[in-house]
């Protein structure tokens, strides 16, 4: 079994050895090109981090700047203007937590359901429920239900 093993392994080696060996030698005449494909993606990959890190210090100089113009002071923070006048930052945020009352028109009433008794006892008389009843007419559950009882005891 061992034999097996190291002949297969042997042969393995022997094919990978091959084919690298191929590829190695058709790619000779191309390393020019391809070095300087590779010079070309780091130098790329090199201009991009230098942009990030120049982005990253740029943010952090206006954190530092913000910072420097602010006072805190437990819960009451305030920020110094370029001006010199006093910002309170705390009571702008306290402020927006304040709803703004809005003095509303006077909404005029809903609209009454015009159902006359003819029409409510044609739908009793049909064997309707009073939920759809109320649904189609526009009227309260119990509006229908005081109606049935008095269709109801005029039978």
């Known amino acids: 079994m061992q034999r097996l093993f190291l002949i297969a392994m042997a042969a393995v080696i022997v094919l990978a050895v091959g084919f690298v060996t191929i590829i190695v030698v058709s790619i000779l005449p191309y390393f020019d090109l391809i070095g300087k494909v590779a010079t070309g993606v780091v130098i790329v990959m090199l201009a991009c981090l230098a942009a990030l890190m120049a982005s990253f210090t740029w943010s952090r100089i206006g954190i530092w700047q913000l910072r420097r113009r602010t006072i805190i002071a437990g819960d009451i923070v305030v920020y110094i ?10 009571a702008m945020h306290e402020q927006a937590k304040v709803p703004v009352t809005i003095q509303a028109e006077k909404a005029l009433p809903a609209p009454k359901p015009t159902v006359d008794n003819e029409t409510l006892s044609e739908l009793f008389e049909r064997g309707i429920s009073l939920r759809n ?3 189609s007419t526009g009227m309260k559950y119990y509006q229908v239900q005081k109606a049935y009882q008095a269709w109801r005891s005029q039978q």
């Open 81 to 90: 203007q370029r001006d010199g006048e006093l910002s309170h930052l705390s």
């Open 133 to 135: 009843i109320a649904e």
